[in-house]
């Protein structure tokens, strides 16, 4: 008769532990479902619209500009906090073209490793909501092949948008 009690108590913390299992994942769930409002789908900012502008063929050792077009579609100011730009074939960054300025001028940092190596930008003032800031990054083109440049634009700790536009790079006659 001693056994009884003991598999009641048993089952009765089996129980328990049951409804606090459940609960546990209600909550998981829930501060999911939370931060995926908050951040949106895919981790994309939501009042950020990019229009960029490059050449689809430029020759070895030339000049050449990737002018980006940053518009807040929000209803407050925005904030870029970085904005990374990467030169890659296979993933893999090559000397496809050199950044040699930009417009405005902007605090520049170079990452190696990490999701993507190359030059980072920072010091972007913010954009007031509806108005667009323009950004000017003159290359020079490297060696000739076909190219990928990598954009990666940062607002905030979790929310960025990335690009990657084509480009050519030919052989000097």
Same mark, same amino acid.
């Given at each position: 008769?001693?056994?009884?009690?003991?598999?009641?108590?048993?089952?009765?913390?089996?129980?328990?532990?049951?409804?606090?299992?459940?609960? /546990?994942?209600?909550?998981?769930?829930? *501060?999911?479902?939370?931060?995926?409002? %908050?951040?949106?789908? +895919? @981790? !994309? $900012?939501?009042?950020?619209?990019?229009?960029?502008?490059?050449? /689809?063929?430029?020759?070895?050792?030339? *000049?050449?500009?990737?002018?980006?077009? %940053?518009?807040?579609? +929000? @209803? !407050? $100011?925005?904030?870029?906090?970085?904005?990374?730009?990467?030169?890659?074939?296979?993933?893999?960054?090559?000397?496809?073209?050199?950044?040699?300025?930009?417009?405005?001028?902007?605090?520049?940092?170079?990452?190696?490793?990490?999701?993507?190596?190359?030059?980072?930008?920072?010091?972007?003032?913010?954009?007031?909501?509806?108005?667009?800031?323009?950004?000017?990054?003159?290359?020079?083109?490297?060696?000739?092949?076909?190219?990928?440049?990598?954009?990666?634009?940062?607002?905030?700790?979790?929310?960025?948008?990335?690009?990657?536009?084509?480009?050519?790079?030919?052989?000097?006659?």
């Amino acid at each position: 008769m001693t056994n009884q009690p003991a598999r009641r108590r048993s089952n009765s913390t089996r129980i328990v532990l049951g409804c606090l299992a459940v609960l /546990a994942c209600l909550c998981l769930a829930g *501060a999911g479902a939370a931060a995926w409002f %908050l951040v949106g789908p +895919g @981790s !994309k $900012p939501r009042n950020l619209a990019v229009e960029h502008t490059l050449p /689809a063929t430029v020759t070895q050792g030339d *000049a050449f500009d990737l002018v980006l077009r %940053l518009i807040n579609t +929000g @209803s !407050k $100011p925005l904030t870029i906090d970085t904005i990374h730009v990467s030169q890659r074939t296979a993933d893999v960054p090559l000397d496809s073209a050199v950044i040699v300025a930009v417009n405005p001028p902007l605090q520049r940092h170079n990452s190696v490793g990490g999701k993507i190596a190359g030059d980072y930008f920072t010091g972007l003032p913010p954009i007031a909501p509806g108005d667009t800031g323009v950004l000017t990054f003159t290359l020079q083109a490297g060696p000739p092949g076909d190219y990928q440049i990598k954009v990666a634009i940062s607002v905030g700790p979790v929310q960025t948008l990335q690009f990657e536009a084509p480009i050519t790079v030919l052989a000097r006659p």
